[in-house]
T-cell receptor
Framework: EAEVAQSPRYKITEKSQAVAFWCDPI?????LYWYRQILGQGPELLVQ????????DSQLPKDRFSAERLKGVDSTLKIQPAELGDSAMYLC??????????????FGPGTRLTVL | AQSVTQLDSQVPVFEEAPVELRCNYS??????LFWYVQYPNQGLQLLLK??????LVESINGFEAEFNKSQTSFHLRKPSVHISDTAEYFC?????????????FGEGTQLTVNP
């Protein structure tokens, strides 16, 4: 069964360092989402791609976060510099595109980031 | 914009007891409704969804949820829980009118099933 892949699964870093997370969506899925889930809260969307284009990054802290999906397939989310408040689970999801029906989002296992 | 309120942050129950996890939502447009389950240090798994049609939807492992439009609720129920149901449960909505729209999640309810 096709799955969304994410790496690393766990990352520990010190504040002010740079970190990067990688996501490989299900093959053929044009839409890719990055969510952040702070401990004890529900996930919140950071950025959404349609192919290689950003369609929603209204909640992305652009002073320190960046995301790219250069070839419209896999994606990288970067934080530089990391702050203590960035400690969270970072979830990637993907979906197909059908404008006539609902497109289910499939989630990867997540990357747990701890900033010390 | 949409918002989701899960009324209970923690629900402890005994094995084989019934359980209800409550979810209310607010939206200016029609929405799809979802329940997701998350086990420790794992991603989200879709438990069930309401897209249209019958307001009562069921999962393969005995959970059900009922969409109540007048009360803007989508409560999750199970008549008899198992230890393995212990997990965090998230209610979520997405905008019906925008293809591929984001999911808006509630804060989650930790269900703990005790022997």
């Amino acid at each position: 069964e096709a799955e969304v892949a994410q790496s690393p699964r766990y990352k520990i870093t010190e504040k002010s360092q740079a970190v990067a997370f990688w996501c490989d969506p299900i093959s053929g899925h044009a839409t890719l989402y990055w969510y952040r889930q702070i401990l004890g809260q529900g996930p919140e969307l950071l950025v959404q791609f349609q192919d290689e284009s950003v369609v929603d990054d209204s909640q992305l802290p652009k002073d320190r976060f960046s995301a790219e999906r250069l070839k419209g397939v896999d994606s990288t989310l970067k934080i530089q510099p990391a702050e203590l408040g960035d400690s969270a689970m970072y979830l990637c999801a993907s979906s197909s595109v059908d404008y006539n029906s609902y497109n289910e989002q499939f989630f990867g296992p997540g990357t747990r980031l701890t900033v010390l | 914009a949409q918002s989701v309120t899960q009324l209970d942050s923690q629900v402890p129950v005994f094995e084989e007891a019934p359980v209800e996890l409550r979810c209310n939502y607010s939206s200016s447009v029609s929405v799809y409704l979802f329940w997701y389950v998350q086990y420790p240090n794992q991603g989200l798994q879709l438990l069930l969804k309401y897209l249209s049609g019958s307001t009562l939807v069921e999962s393969i492992n005995g959970f059900e949820a009922e969409f109540n439009k007048s009360q803007t609720s989508f409560h999750l129920r199970k008549p008899s829980v198992h230890i393995s149901d212990t997990a965090e449960y998230f209610c979520a909505v997405s905008d019906q009118e925008t293809s591929g729209s984001r999911l808006t999640f509630g804060e989650g309810t930790q269900l703990t099933v005790n022997p």
